[in-house]
Nanobody, 124 residues
Framework: QVQLVESGGGLVQVGGSLRLSCVAS????????MAWFRQAPGKEREFVAA????????TYADSVKGRFAISRDNAKNTVYLQMNSLKPEDTAVYYC?????????????????WGQGTQVTVSS
């Protein structure tokens, strides 16, 4: 069993930056693909970014390419999401997830484990 705990959310102005963290406990997540999803009010949860187990290839949703960066530190069992140039449409609850493959990590039904989420609010 893996427990995922997100932190780093908050209120930020348009154009600002935030760095989300997701700490895993329980079994190691070093063999998992780690991903971030988000869910805005009244909308379905959507894929944001994913990173392979060795910190190699990364994948991003088109809406965040060039603004967000996902990274991981396996020694700390932590995955990060650096969010820059934030927009009001980035407002959502952000969830950390662990999956076995990139394909699973990009599909809302794919991840084996989910965190509880952290709220990000971008004000204009």
């Amino acid at each position: 069993q893996v427990q995922l705990v997100e932190s780093g959310g908050g209120l930020v102005q348009v154009g600002g930056s935030l760095r989300l963290s997701c700490v895993a406990s329980g079994r190691t997540t070093s063999n998992y693909v780690m991903a971030w999803f988000r869910q805005a009010p009244g909308k379905e949860r959507e894929f944001v970014a994913a990173i392979t187990w060795n910190g190699g290839p990364t994948t991003y949703a088109d809406s965040v390419k060039g603004r967000f960066a996902i990274s991981r530190d396996n020694a700390k069992n932590t995955v990060y999401l650096q969010m820059n140039s934030l927009k009001p449409e980035d407002t959502a609850v952000y969830y950390c997830a662990a999956a076995r493959t990139i394909t699973q990590a990009m599909n809302i039904k794919g991840p084996y484990y989910w965190g509880q989420g952290t709220q990000v609010t971008v004000s204009s």
